[in-house]
Nanobody
Framework: VQLQASGGGLVQAGGSLRLSCTASGRPFSSYAMGWFRQAPGKEREFAATINWSGGSTYYADSVKGRFTISRDNIKNTVFLQMNSLKPEDTAVYYC?????????????????WGQGTQVTVSS
């Protein structure tokens, strides 16, 4: 599976961005998907995950209520809608695919990773 993330950019605090990640290769619905992020000088951390159908999601406490993960299995794309952005959301955001339908917040369960897209939130 090849993953291509896009949609990052520079936004002011309180603003919104929508990230997209398009997959190619094996059937998209075979995979749970996740978004992770890595801030400068910090380890990569979990942000959001969604199961194969889109019926179940899970969020890190730091983004809950502000971020929404969704997917379109026809378009082979997973989205991350980010609202009420804060400077501490500044990071490189990575999408990842985990074979099997159940979602996971554990990085080492994900076999495929996109290249990352930069999100910068100014104060």
């Amino acid at each position: 599976v090849q993953l291509q993330a896009s949609g990052g950019g520079l936004v002011q605090a309180g603003g919104s961005l929508r990230l997209s990640c398009t997959a190619s290769g094996r059937p998209f619905s075979s995979y749970a998907m996740g978004w992770f992020r890595q801030a400068p000088g910090k380890e990569r951390e979990f942000a959001a995950t969604i199961n194969w159908s889109g019926g179940s999601t899970y969020y890190a406490d730091s983004v809950k209520g502000r971020f929404t993960i969704s997917r379109d299995n026809i378009k082979n794309t997973v989205f991350l809608q980010m609202n009420s952005l804060k400077p501490e959301d500044t990071a490189v955001y990575y999408c990842a695919a985990k074979f099997g339908g159940s979602y996971s917040y554990t990085q080492n369960e994900y076999s495929y990773w996109g290249q990352g897209t930069q999100v910068t939130v100014s104060s």
